[in-house]
């Protein structure tokens, strides 16, 4: 997200230029949101002002960026993604509302945590030893 905001909305909703009230820098400036309410609603992209600014969705909302073209395509369908996932903060956070709203749902890289492997040592000698013999 950060290089998408960085490249075409800082600008303009930065901490100095927080137009409409809006600083896309920090996370806790999305989460803050505009003068006008939240732009960004967990597990609902349709109804998020970030969302409909981009994809010119809007009734009512303002076209981001302000009178320039749309942004790619790529782009939007990245915010979209992030928004439907949940607004996570980074790729560890857990969601904080409803993230599926259908069953279509697929996981993509783009916020799967990392995996976790086992890291219990097997030393060599205990790996290699043979089981007690038994003898009578
Ligand atoms: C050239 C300056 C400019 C750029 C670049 C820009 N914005 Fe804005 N943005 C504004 C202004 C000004 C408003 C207030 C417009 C209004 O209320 O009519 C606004 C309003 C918004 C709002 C509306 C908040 C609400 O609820 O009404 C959102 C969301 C938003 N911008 C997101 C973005 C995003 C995302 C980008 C980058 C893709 C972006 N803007 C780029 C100037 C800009």
């Not at 409409?20 to 960004?40: C, F, R, S």
């Not at 600014?53 to 076209?63: K, L, M, Q, S, T």
């Amino acid at each position: 997200m950060k290089p998408i905001f960085r490249r075409r909305c800082l600008g303009c909703h930065s901490a100095t230029e927080a137009r409409a009230g809006l600083n896309l820098e920090t996370y806790a400036g999305v989460m803050k949101g505009a003068d006008a309410g939240d732009i960004a609603i967990p597990g609902r992209p349709g109804s998020s002002a970030l969302y409909k600014a981009v994809a010119h969705e809007g009734d009512g909302i303002p076209r981001m960026p302000l009178n320039q073209a749309k942004i790619p395509d790529t782009e939007i369908a990245v915010i979209q993604e992030w928004i439907q996932k949940g607004v996570l903060e980074n790729a560890t956070s857990i969601p904080k509302g409803p993230t599926i709203s259908n069953l279509d749902f697929k996981p993509s890289d783009l916020n799967r945590p990392p995996v976790r492997r086992s890291c219990r040592k097997v030393s060599r000698s205990s790996a290699f030893r043979s089981p007690p013999v038994r003898t009578r």
